[in-house]
Structure formats: structure tokens, C-alpha cells
């Protein structure tokens, strides 16, 4: 490897690092807003989702000059390959969090209500296994990547009890349908950000060991 070769992939792994704490940061400051009915921290995360979108695009263009000029192999390649998938993911998880701002500040207008489910309860989950993601990819821990993997159907079920409960809610106290609604949206959002967590957490055990197991069965 060369030096140039070198540090150009140091550049690139540190590029990676920050856009996945900038996109952590939105989440987090997403899933408060929602908490605590703050339309000033909603508005911070919609505000700054041009600023990820840059980054995610300049992540790209870096790992497609890298491809071009030291047609990198072995492991070098799978680390460039991952780092593309993973650049995507994390954009679309910002994304999420954006929506979930959206829906902070819709029910925010609205008067208060007990939530139809915990969702800090789910939020705490999703959060937790994309911070876990990226701790799995900072220290390249397939072991940590595989729990990431394991706690998202505990995140799915979680979905499918908000939905369960919040179209018996809906029929009961039809008045609150639009918020509740906007409940089922947020659910939805915090599932998303849970499986884009796992393809994270695919990826560096990809990364890691050469081995895709997306779409495998649990017990293979």
C-alpha cells in the first residue's frame, strides 16, 4: 500500500466516523424533540439535513476517486465497498430522524395526550442499536455487529404492538385520529432506523469476515 494509497483510506475512515456521529446527533435530537415537545430542537434537525446530505454526497464521490485510482483489492476493496453501502445507509437514517422532527412538531400543535405506546421505550432500542452499529464499525467487532442483528426483532414487535394499539385507540377516541396517526408514523420511523442499524451491522461483519448474511435464515 502506498502512503498516498494510505492516507487517502485513513481520510475516508475519519470522513465515515463524523457523518455517522452527525447522523446519531439528529436522531437523538429527533427523538427529544418528540419527548419534550421542542419545536426549537426539530427544527435544528430539519435545518441541518442539507448539511448531512452534503457530506453523504462528498463520502461517495471520495470512495468512487479511491476505486478509480488505486483499483484497491482483498481487503482494501471490501472496506470501500462497505464504506459506500454504509454512506447510504446512515443518509437515509438521517432522513428518518428529519421525519421524525416532522411528526415532533405536527403533534407538538396538537393538545397533549398519553402516547398510545413507549415509544421512548423504542426509541432507546433503535438508538441504541445504531450506536452499537457504529461502535461495532469503529472497532470492527463482528461480535457486537451480530447482537445489532439479534435485537432488531425485538424493535419489529415493538411496531406491530403500536399498531395493534393505536387503531384500538382509534376507534375508541376517533376526536384523537390525527395524532394518533402521526404516532403510528413515528413507530414506523424508529423500525426504519432500527433496520438500517442492522445493514450497518451486516456490513462490517461483511467487512470484517467476507461473509454476506443478509437474507440468511437465523439458523444458518
Do not use: W
Amino acid at each position: 500500500m502506498t502512503k498516498h494509497f494510505e492516507r487517502e483510506l485513513d481520510g475516508l475512515k475519519k470522513e465515515l466516523l463524523e457523518l455517522s456521529a452527525a447522523v446519531e446527533e439528529s436522531v437523538v435530537k429527533a427523538i427529544h424533540s418528540l419527548k419534550d415537545r421542542n419545536e426549537e430542537l426539530a427544527r435544528e434537525v430539519i435545518d441541518n439535513d442539507d448539511a448531512v446530505d452534503n457530506a453523504e454526497v462528498a463520502l461517495e464521490e471520495q470512495c468512487l476517486k479511491i476505486l478509480a485510482l488505486h483499483q484497491p483489492v482483498a481487503g482494501d476493496l471490501r472496506f470501500i465497498v462497505s464504506a459506500l453501502k454504509i454512506n447510504n445507509e446512515l443518509e437515509r437514517v438521517a432522513d428518518l430522524a428529519v421525519n421524525i422532527a416532522e411528526r415532533s412538531l405536527v403533534i407538538g400543535r396538537h393538545k397533549v395526550i398519553d402516547a398510545p405506546f413507549d415509544f421512548i421505550h423504542m426509541a432507546q432500542k433503535s438508538r441504541s442499536m445504531l450506536t452499537r452499529s457504529i461502535d461495532s464499525l469503529i472497532r470492527m467487532d463482528t461480535v457486537l455487529a451480530h447482537e445489532v442483528c439479534e435485537a432488531d426483532d425485538e424493535v419489529d414487535e415493538l411496531n406491530r404492538e403500536v399498531y395493534t394499539q393505536v387503531y384500538r385507540l382509534i376507534k375508541e377516541r376517533p376526536e384523537n385520529a390525527e395524532i394518533l396517526i402521526n404516532y403510528i408514523s413515528v413507530s414506523r420511523h424508529l423500525e426504519r432506523i432500527a433496520d438500517y442499524a442492522t445493514n450497518i451491522a451486516e456490513d462490517v461483519i461483511y467487512l470484517v469476515e467476507g461473509k454476506i448474511i443478509r437474507h440468511q435464515p437465523d439458523d444458518a
